[in-house]
């Protein structure tokens, strides 16, 4: 059985024809008239042939069900790029499901995803998923699963537990990365011989520093070849979601699962033996460096965590970029998820006071494209500052005259990614720096990733990048001037500011521990700092006061921040 449910009057069935003809193609070798025993439903994020309860049936017994929901699809203002990704990797994966022999229910509407299953399951039957990694949808079936309408059984992508998490790191906040992946790597033997760290440490962290030169060269970004398929997933974006922010490139990214595995044989090859000494660095003239850019196959589980571990390990790579490595997939990764369900997606954090008022979730976009803005809005957030700022334009591609965050935000713009230190010490630091309102900066990143979704993007927005969640998961706020960008990239040679001279970023600095000297002021690690502002000559913090003033007026207006802006406003 393949039941395309692409033609119903409100379904797109126009960029669908290419797509439901291929299915039924593949359906042509296999026997017809299958009854399944089981349907799993699978959400867009569970596009996985190595670890779910599918993977082990028959697949003939096994009915996979798949949603296509354009109100998922505009419930916040997605980059296009990512409407593209996933769509294009759900579809080849219903396409891969069929070669298998598995029964297939391929569904497109209008409506949320829970209308369409719950429709489906009063005419077929009950269903059954793996949880959600996701929170929102987890709440969005929450009614099903209580009605019985659908079973849900454990999450098999994640390598580890919630009982791991609470033995490292205790039951209640702060909760510390170090001490879980610590943890983690005991419990699970990665890098351990006899009880003790390969290499005599957990951590190579303090090794990895360098700035890149442009030696050794950068790989080359990987192009894939598609077929219509692809091209019709281009065209349904660019019609029905073209008001959206960024562009699609589909022949950038993976959608199958072969792609996605020479992805990651192109990172294991070219990008790990470097990845350690350059994680930091930042380039005007190679946007990934040696990164893996692996993250959005990984949240939409194309490839799976254990085996990109496995490729790392075995890679032969030196040890501090294979354990760095090993640091970000089986550490930060796992903590992010499991700080953002203990927290309950940051909604329980005693003692983190929270925003007082519900805020715009589109981060300002429709506003920008001259949209009225129907977006629902986002619920208050955790607030630990008390910044409040509206997102400036300039995060959506309008020009700041600062290099740093343009040339970054352009390639967001593009791509719909950047790597992780352009993500924290250019976006959010500068975000931060400005008192920007964490949740819409979180919904930024939101929309404008391919790799983001909530369980990741609100741990390392709300709880790493802004320091809104406090030290829930952070010693302290990441924040800083011109000197760690002009040290880690090559921005400051083509910005019309100097660094150390006339760059705003470093008054802006101090401006920062100034406003929040009060709530930093117990803090360890902030103790350094804020002796520092305390000998800060009077004269010159009002000055950082003034400029910080002057920055927030031009760049929420939405206009260039010049050098003249600076000298001259009062
Ligand atoms: C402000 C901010 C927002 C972020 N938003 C997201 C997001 O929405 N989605 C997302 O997957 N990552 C997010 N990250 C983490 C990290 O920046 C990306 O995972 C990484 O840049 C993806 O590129 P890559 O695959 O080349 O990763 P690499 O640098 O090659 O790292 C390898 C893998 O480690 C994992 N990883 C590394 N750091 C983290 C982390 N802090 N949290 C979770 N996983 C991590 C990723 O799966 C990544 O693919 C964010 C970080 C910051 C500072
Ligand atoms: S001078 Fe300042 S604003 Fe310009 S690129 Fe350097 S750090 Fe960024």
Redesign the pocket.
Known sequence: MVYVDLVRPDAPQAHARVFAQALTKARGKHEAGVEPTIWHYVPYDQLTWDHAPWTRLAPRSSGLVFVESAEKARRRPYHQQKLAFVLANQRRYALEAVERGHPIAYLASEAPVADVLRTWCTRHGALTMMQAAERELRVELGPLAREGLLTVVAHEGWLTTADLFERACGAQSPWRMDAFYREARRKSGILMERGKPVGGRFSFDGETREAWSGDPPAPKDLRHEHGEVEEEVEALVRARFGDHPGRVDLAALPTTARQAEEAWLH?ERE?LEH?GPY?DAMSRSSR?L???????L??IQRLS?RR?LRGALDSGAPLPSVEG?VR??LG??E???HVHERTDGFRDLPGVPRADAPRRRDAGWWSLSGKPDSAPHAEPAPAALGAALPLPPAWWGRPSGLACLDRVVAGVMEDG????IE??MV??NIGTLLDVDARELTDW??CA?I???DW??E???LG???FAAGECMTTKP?ISGSAYIDKMGDDCATCAFKPGVDCPLTQLYWAFLARHEQRLAGNQRMLMPLRSLARRDPAKRREDARIHAVVVEVLVRGARLSPRDLATRQ
């Open positions: 990172a990008c990845f994680e990934g040696f990164h893996a850019r692996i993250a959005h990984l949240n965590a990109v490595f970000q997939v930060w990764r903590f992010v998820r990614w950047c790597h992780h993500r924290l976006l959010a990143f939101w990733y790799d983001a979704y990741v993007v741990p390392n927005v790493m990048g802004t990441y």
